[in-house]
């Protein structure tokens, strides 16, 4: 909740409940601060408000501010009387049952708060991800690919951005007799299928990069920590792949438990109201 709506709860609350609130101070002999009309500012009230007051004031800030306000909330309530009183009682009315349902949903906080059941089962998660495997499945990239990883003080020499096109059979033999003794990496299956991403995973590439790099089965060089990347997509796919549930697993526990919550709140309203019937019965008249 914002600190506004807060700030705005509080005085709701305390607006609503004036008239109580006086009759209180008066049997207490509470100190009086201030007098508007007919209604009179105490120190309760005034500490109340205090506790409530948002941001960062001195002792003596905070007091003029809070009585001011109050100064201008009577002030204003005065002249609405006076000025249109069918609109301040719809007002009041209004705020009343604001506070009802702020009430009420406090209460199905605390109800919630007992009645939640927060234990989740692994049996619960493994369940839930299979119920839902659809949500948790990506599109990945599979190619077949030249990769080879030269150091920097040896790749200018090697000639390895001419070879590496893979323009006509010599190439390929050059390439793979350069990374026999060269590379520190090198990876030429031209048949088989290579998940683009373990491809490049010492490479630091955006996902916008990497898709473009694959789906125009483009020729890149990347040269990272004293190393030279050369890649050449040849051909490319795609494949559906679910993420792990060990990787889901907070997720869907998040999930399950915001499910119970829902189904708790809708449950809570109903059985409240049914408990404050029977609990303070109405006398009519």
């Not at 120190?43 to 001195?58: A, C, H, K, V, W």
């Not at 007091?63 to 201008?72: F, L, S």
């Not at 599109?139 to 003080?153: C, G, H, N, Q």
């Amino acid at each position: 909740m914002s600190k506004l709506k807060t700030y705005t709860i509080g005085k709701v609350v305390l607006w609503s409940s004036l008239l109580l609130f006086l009759f209180s101070c008066a049997e207490n002999r509470d100190t009086k601060i201030c007098k508007v009309g007919d209604q009179i500012l105490y120190e309760t009230e005034l500490n109340d408000r205090i506790s409530l007051l948002l941001g960062d004031f001195s002792d003596e800030e905070a007091k003029e501010k809070v009585i001011e306000e109050w100064i201008n909330q009577q002030q204003v309530a005065l002249e609405i009387e006076k000025s249109s009183p069918e609109v301040k009682t719809a007002n009041e009315m209004r705020v009343q049952d604001e506070l009802m349902q702020l009430n009420l949903f406090e209460l199905e906080n605390i109800f919630i708060t007992e009645n939640l059941d927060s234990i989740i089962s692994n049996q619960e998660i493994q369940k839930y991800y299979n119920s839902h495997r659809e949500n948790y499945k990506a599109e990945s990239f599979i190619v077949r690919a030249l990769y080879i990883k030269i150091p920097d003080t040896l790749a200018p020499m090697l000639n390895i951005d001419k070879h590496f096109l893979l323009k006509n059979d010599k190439d390929m033999k050059e390439i793979k007799k350069i990374a026999n003794l060269y590379a520190t990496n090198f990876y030429f299956e031209e048949e088989r299928w290579i998940y683009f991403d373990d491809l490049v995973r010492e490479i630091s590439i955006s996902t916008n990069k990497k898709e473009e790099l694959v789906k125009s089965r483009g020729k890149a060089i990347f040269k990272e920590n004293g190393e030279t990347h050369y890649i050449n997509v040849l051909d490319f796919r795609t494949k559906s792949i679910s993420s792990p549930m060990e990787i889901e697993r907070a997720g869907i526990r998040r999930h399950i438990l915001k499910r119970r919550v829902n189904n708790l709140r809708n449950k809570a309203k109903e059985t409240i109201l049914e408990n404050v019937k029977e609990k303070y019965p109405i006398t009519y008249y």
